[in-house]
């Protein structure tokens, strides 16, 4: 299945899944381990706690939200995937005070959301059709399994986007937490 199958295009996750290209899935996932493959690590350790505007997270926050939000998505598409209708959503932002990424290396974080992209991947090429049509409940919105796994990567894409957008300067202008 391509991106452009999705018909209806679920509310909400809309906005990450028309980030994608519109490649077939197992592509698509490809396409973002590419992605991860290509960050620039040094750059990303520098900056590794600084934030651009108070409030805001972490370029190591957000590798552990995306580590944490595709974990909760991954088992949300299982669920459905088995036959579950609904499952429970999660409040972010308590997630990622309680996660403790600071104390972790930009390396690790990228090392950990790399093998949870594999591993999402592997799950994915496991699913035949009508288990990639399969939907449920997530949160308030119904989604299908496929829907989900282009959530996942467009998901990156959003929070890769923040940080080419917003965090770029950050080394110059010595911003910090």
Not at 58 to 67: A, G, R, S
Not at 120 to 133: E, G, H, P, Q, V
Request: hydrophobic content about 40%; charged content about 25%.
């Amino acid at each position: 299945m391509k991106r452009s199958d999705i018909n209806p295009m679920p509310q909400y996750y809309d906005r990450y899944i028309n980030l994608v290209p519109d490649l077939e899935l197992s592509e698509a996932f490809d396409f973002s381990i590419r992605q991860l493959d290509q960050l620039d690590r040094e750059w990303l350790a520098r900056i590794h706690d600084k934030t651009y505007s108070p409030g805001k997270w972490t370029v190591k926050d957000i590798f552990q939200h995306l580590i944490d939000s595709e974990r909760i998505m991954a088992y949300r598409a299982l669920m459905f995937a088995r036959g579950t209708a609904s499952v429970a959503g999660f409040e972010q932002d308590e997630f990622a005070a309680n996660a403790n990424a600071g104390r972790r290396t930009v390396a690790d974080l990228l090392d950990e959301l790399l093998s949870v992209r594999r591993a999402t991947k592997a799950l994915y090429d496991s699913f035949d059709d009508d288990m990639l049509r399969a939907k449920g409940i997530s949160w308030e919105y119904e989604l299908s399994v496929v829907d989900l796994a282009f959530t996942i990567i467009g998901h990156q894409i959003h929070h890769f986007n923040v940080i080419g957008e917003r965090y770029a300067t950050l080394e110059a202008a010595g911003h910090s937490t």
